[in-house]
């Protein structure tokens, strides 16, 4: 193992924000509005949470690309990078489309470098690599 990775856990907490299913989510030092749509019954304030999902991949992989190519002293310019998600259905797996767009002017062998570089930002393989979950329930006292 050539570089050094952090592995610390990381924590989300998401509380219940008033009436209806908005919830403020706690990270680190950050909080996010998460919600749904008026049609699944919330308020639309801010993202749900399958919309996050997609966030967190185009987020993650165009950081990734960014971090390396600076690593290599390449100028990307104005990277962009799209994510449609489709949630599993029954018969169907999740599909993810992922779109990474560069300047015409990029060499194509570092066009191509980045894209294997891409594929491996922690939330494309944590989606395409084995998932396990621990679940519990704490009855707690809550204040109102």
Not at 78 to 103: I, N, W
């Amino acid at each position: 193992m050539g570089q050094t990775q952090e592995l610390a856990r990381m924590k989300a907490t998401a509380r219940r924000d008033g009436t209806g299913l908005r919830h403020t989510v706690q990270v680190r030092d950050h909080q996010l509005i998460v919600d749904e749509l008026v049609t699944k019954g919330g308020d639309d304030a801010g993202p749900d949470p399958l919309e996050l999902l997609a966030v967190s991949l185009a987020s993650c992989t165009a950081i990734t690309v960014e971090m390396y190519a600076a690593r290599k002293g390449w100028d990307v310019g104005h990277l962009e990078v799209d994510v449609e998600y489709s949630p599993a259905e029954r018969g169907c797996p999740t599909k993810f489309q992922l779109v990474m767009r560069f300047p015409e002017g990029l060499p194509e062998d570092q066009v191509e470098r980045l894209r294997v570089i891409a594929a491996k930002c922690p939330v494309h393989r944590a989606l395409d690599g084995e998932v396990m979950f621990q679940e519990r329930i704490e009855r707690v006292h809550l204040a109102a």
